[in-house]
């Protein structure tokens, strides 16, 4: 057999500044033919599913581009249209292959329309017609629109948060497609959409409602009839019409696809207010992390995470660190490209006195003058040894380690989460070595962290990822929509 495979990843926060260009996504993932299969093979990613299902079976694969950046604003026309072009070209070119894989997003907002995905599933439909299957691996945090429905034959999402089953989706996605094409199977799909956008703190899968709803969705005496169900949290930090929770459910008929959506439904709004959430100031988080005798602490700047699409500058955190004389703290990271090139002008061993960080905007608190010392440079690049996307590679950019008052500040030259021990070592920080450590993340850095952490401190400041969803200026959301309004 024959199949088409592709990846075009982007969770756009619309209210970032910070366009996504070609140059975002190629600071992170940027591959074209063959060496898509080079790099993924032996991660643990969507595309390196559908790649082992295929090769055990011995199936041809035609790999077109897999492209992926750290979110912020929308993507630009150029980019956009670069790597869609490229997926296009090879669809076009193989118009006898049996099927098509894709690991989307599913909140892409490009310049120009809202449905980034949506558009380049239309397009792929039109190129092959109504009768090809496409099969597509969503992110959890998705706006599920119709256009993506009409296109797409399935929409598979990531069943977990921290999202370490993405390899799993893509081998199920994979598996899926097999059955449509070898047993002739037709799914069709029911859809709730309740007016629901909880943060992305509260849906962490391995604990509270957000887990009891998956438990619910994959009991083992569900109905035989059902093919795929998924429980989308939905991306709270965009400003988009589709914004919400979706339950999406295939079936082999209409009937249990409606039964199984409406079942579930019904679970997550009478228990919505689970979703609710009461913040950690950042001076009570770093107070309860210095009071810790067990350590390491680890705090999560969730208000400044740049897995959201925030702007990765933000110095709150550092500032109330040297208020209260913490003296063996690190932190991962703060994007500050300037002050990076001052301390490789400077050198290693040698000292620096400049301005830090909240520069992209003013939503992130303010800079901070800081003297410093210039402890190591690195070029950035690491690889993730945690359970998420294990074996692939992350990129920092150029990156300075910077002692100040104590504590250890990894600056970068990219932005990026930090969500895997791994960024501390690259940088030559034992992270099990320090009393506190500071990530920018909201829920992903639990995987590769909570079997280190003595304890774990979640704190909420200014910032375009904070978990108060009433401070972002919406005006296209469907309203009412909970929590951010009392229904």
């Known amino acids: ?93 193989h118009l006898d292959s049996d099927g098509i894989l894709l690991a989307l997003h599913g909140a892409m907002m490009a310049e120009g329309f809202d449905d980034g995905e949506g558009e380049l599933l239309e397009k792929i439909r039109a190129i092959v017609g109504p009768d090809m299957p496409i099969v597509a691996v969503l992110d959890l945090h998705s706006h599920i629109t119709r256009k993506m429905l009409e296109h797409a034959t399935m929409l598979v999402g990531y069943q977990k948060y921290p999202h370490t089953d993405t390899y799993e989706r893509g081998i199920e996605a994979a598996e899926l497609i097999t059955r449509i094409v070898q047993e002739a199977v037709s799914p069709v799909y029911a859809i709730e959409q309740p007016p629901i956008l909880p943060p992305c703190s509260t849906c962490n899968t391995e604990s509270g409602l957000y887990r009891s709803l998956w438990e619910e969705a994959l009991r083992p005496d569900r109905s035989y009839q059902i093919l795929s169900t998924s429980i989308f949290a939905g ?18 008929d209409q009937d249990t696809a409606e039964t199984e959506v409406h079942y579930l439904s019904d679970i997550l709004w009478k228990r919505r207010k689970e979703f609710l959430y009461t913040p950690t100031s950042i001076p009570h988080a770093v107070k309860q992390a210095v009071s810790c005798t067990a350590k390491p602490v680890v705090i999560s700047d969730m208000s400044d995470n740049p897995g959201g699409g925030s702007a990765n500058d933000g110095v709150e955190i550092l500032k109330e660190l040297i208020r209260q004389n913490v003296k063996n703290a690190a932190i991962s990271a703060i994007y500050d490209p300037e002050v990076v090139k001052i301390a490789e002008v400077a050198g290693i061993g040698n000292d620096i006195e400049t301005t830090l960080g909240a520069k992209t905007d003013k939503l992130h608190g303010t800079p901070i003058d800081i003297k410093a010392n210039v402890e190591n440079m690195t070029d950035g690049r690491f ?67 909570k079997d280190i952490a003595e304890k774990i401190i979640v704190a909420d400041g200014p910032g375009l990822t904070a978990a108060d969803l009433t401070l972002l200026p919406y005006k296209r959301i469907r309203r009412p929509m909970f929590p951010i309004d009392e229904i």
């Open 235 to 252: 991306f709270p930090h965009a400003d988009h019409p589709d914004a919400g929770m979706s339950v999406l459910t295939y079936a082999m």
């Open 383 to 449: 690889q993730y040894k945690g359970p998420m996307t294990h074996g692939a590679w992350g990129n920092l950019g150029p990156t300075a380690i910077l002692n100040i008052n104590g504590s250890r500040v990894i600056v970068t030259s990219e932005r990026i989460q930090s969500r895997d021990p791994e960024i501390f070592r690259a940088c030559g920080i034992e992270p099990t070595e320090m009393e506190i450590l500071v990530v920018k993340s909201s829920v992903h850095f639990r995987a590769g962290f």
């Open 1 to 93: 057999m024959k199949w088409i495979i592709g990846a075009f990843l982007h969770e756009t926060n619309n209210f970032s500044v910070v366009p996504t260009d070609l140059n975002a996504f190629q600071a992170q993932v940027f591959k074209t033919g063959d060496e898509i299969i080079e790099s993924a093979l032996g991660t643990k990613t969507p595309i390196s599913g559908f790649i082992d299902v295929m090769n055990k079976r011995g199936d041809r694969i035609i790999p077109t581009a897999a492209a992926s950046a750290t979110p912020s604003g929308l993507v630009t026309k150029e980019a956009y249209k670069t790597v869609a072009d490229i997926i296009l070209n090879g669809v076009s070119h």
